[in-house]
């Protein structure tokens, strides 16, 4: 599921084709980083150590000397006021709440299901959260969400918007009627990009296809662990693997858009081009998923 669209014809207007250059560096950029990231990424996706039991709530004794000092009068005050604890009946005992499960504030990372009003954000899992693994009916409930979500509409139609202005297809026209096919695309992209990325690859490899929001560290560091999620990702069985699902699904959906396209926009180089946009925007997806409780939090003032 992508945010928006990078794709562009180069052979256009000289300004459309500055930025259909810059667009393809990008492109290029993002692929060759994945290729070679997967040794960071590892790095990056490490859980700090849990925090130590705090040493208040250790258990002192008291010191023999003390103990010996106490007079005979002391002893017998003692005596009969643990007599009178024993006639009221047992005390009820406190279980102190281990260090790994007492957080400060798990607001700080916590995902809605839009981002924007106008953004499916339905794959995204709230910082500080451990959920079960999902089925392959559940899978196909989350891409079926993030396909047919009225958001889903709104977004395919700004994505066909700007297709348009930028006269990306030529093929496809001008006024209602080329909107109309720029939208239609649009949308068959956004569904199959969905359901490739988070049901069916997924299903099949037995992976993960949230994305589970870091929440914690400075800006470099969550960066480079939402880039790392491009590459890896969670398995049913709790583990990591190489993500295939983002990886194979991606390619999936470029090879599948070379049945709607125009002719002029098919062929493997098409194809290779389009994925490495695809992989571009996925990149870019989960940066702007990973920060998103923090832009809502402090752009939008809410907690």
């Known amino acids: 599921m992508t945010l928006w669209s990078s794709k562009c014809n180069p052979a256009r207007q000289q300004g459309v084709r500055l930025e259909c250059a810059w667009r393809t560096a990008g492109s290029a950029a993002v692929v060759l980083f994945l290729l070679l990231s997967p040794a960071l990424a590892w790095s990056q996706t490490a859980v700090p150590d849990e925090q130590s039991v705090p040493a208040a709530e250790e258990q002192t004794q008291p010191p023999a000397s003390t103990a010996a000092s106490a007079s005979p009068s002391d002893a017998d005050t003692e005596s009969e006021s643990q007599t009178a604890i024993l006639a009221l009946g047992p ?3 406190t279980v102190p709440t281990p260090a790994a499960d007492r957080k400060t504030d798990n607001s700080d990372g916590q995902q809605t ?16 959260t451990k959920l079960p693994p999902l089925s392959r009916r559940e899978k196909f409930a989350l891409a079926r969400e993030d396909s047919v979500d009225y958001t889903s509409f709104i977004w395919a139609g700004i994505l066909a918007g700007q297709s348009m202005a930028l006269n990306s297809y030529p093929e496809l026209h001008h006024g209602i009627a080329g909107y109309g096919r720029y939208y239609w695309r649009a949308f068959a992209d956004q569904a ?16 993960d296809p949230r994305y589970y929001t870091r929440g914690y560290g400075g800006f470099f560091r969550r960066t480079g662990y939402a880039l790392s999620q491009v590459v890896l990702t969670r398995t049913d069985a709790g583990g990591t693997s190489f993500n295939f699902s983002e990886i194979v699904g991606n390619a999936m ?4 858009s070379n049945l709607y396209y125009p002719p002029q926009e098919r062929g493997f180089g098409k194809t290779a081009e389009n994925w490495g946009a695809q992989l571009e925007s996925a990149a870019l997806n989960n940066i702007i998923k990973e920060f998103w409780p923090d832009i809502r939090r402090k752009l939008f003032l809410r907690k």
């Open 113 to 128: 299901k839009r981002m924007f009003w106008v953004v499916p954000n339905f794959a995204a899992v709230s910082a500080y």
């Open 253 to 256: 959906e470029a090879g599948l």
């Open 192 to 207: 199959s990009g969905a359901f490739f990325t988070e049901a069916i690859v997924p299903a099949l490899t037995r992976e």
């Open 91 to 93: 005390l009820p005992t």
